[in-house]
T-cell receptor, first 114, second 118 residues
Framework: QKEVEQNSGPLSVPEGAIASLNCTYS??????FFWYRQYSGKSPELIMF????GDKEDGRFTAQLNKASQYVSLLIRDSQPSDSATYLCAVITAGSSNTGKLIFGQGTTLQVKP | NAGVMQNPRHLVRRRGQEARLRCSPMKGHSHVYWYRQLPEEGLKFMVY????????ESGMPKERFSAEFPKEGPSILRIQQVVRGDSAAYFC????????????????FGPGTRLLVL
């Protein structure tokens, strides 16, 4: 079982729709969760971090964390073609908490169709 | 406020040569992480350093790879005797502090060095 799992996609949504990206993790003691966006040929760009159960909103982005289900998601409202990218879920697990190294999922490719 | 800087952005080496990748963390950041992204694969942790100390190198290949973060100057990832399988994007990230569950631990990534081994 991979430590952090994402559906690789592609996830295709029409412009203006809500895109829902999901991530599960195996280490129940994980504390810190991050979403990064990566355009093709570019570096990961931080979108959000979340530590507590529930929702965290920032503009068009909402991160949701459910530690009991070991599940973290990212919702993108009013999706734009410029949101088309690969979205990376990253976790600092209990095993990596001393160093803070990020464990990444494979990433989900999002395509927003005009 | 400059972000994480990496150079060179692109590096071409022939098999057997050495590659040196440099990373300057964000101003005020003292924690540096190196990650590697192989073609069509996810990002994998390589090494975590603080000034003059390697804290965690559990992701580094046992041979040919080394890293340092001297008291003065950038962090260096060195690959000796490169092979074609080393072709990848190498990203450096930095963070302010190691505080679990706090925003200070958030890592910000540099633009990466894309290494191509011929």
């Amino acid at each position: 079982q991979k430590e952090v799992e994402q559906n690789s996609g592609p996830l295709s949504v029409p412009e203006g729709a809500i895109a829902s990206l999901n991530c599960t993790y195996s280490d129940r003691g994980s504390q810190s969760f991050f979403w990064y966006r990566q355009y093709s040929g570019k570096s990961p760009e931080l979108i959000m971090f979340i530590y507590s159960n529930g929702d965290k909103e920032d503009g068009r982005f909402t991160a949701q964390l459910n530690k009991a289900s070991q599940y973290v998601s990212l919702l993108i409202r009013d999706s734009q073609p410029s949101d088309s990218a690969t979205y990376l879920c990253a976790v600092i697990t209990a095993g990596s908490s001393n160093t803070g190294k990020l464990i990444f999922g494979q990433g989900t490719t999002l395509q927003v169709k005009p | 406020n400059a972000g994480v800087m990496q150079n060179p952005r692109h590096l071409v080496r022939r098999r057997g040569q050495e590659a040196r990748l440099r990373c300057s963390p964000m101003k005020g950041h003292s924690h540096v992480y190196w990650y590697r992204q192989l073609p069509e694969e996810g990002l994998k942790f390589m090494v975590y350093l603080q000034k003059e100390n390697i804290i965690d190198e559990s992701g580094m290949p046992k041979e040919r790879f080394s890293a340092e973060f001297p008291k003065e100057g950038p962090s260096i990832l060195r690959i000796q005797q490169v092979v074609r399988g080393d072709s990848a994007a190498y990203f450096c990230a930095s963070s302010l502090q190691r505080l679990a569950g706090k925003f200070q631990e958030t890592q910000y990534f540099g633009p990466g060095t894309r290494l191509l081994v011929l």
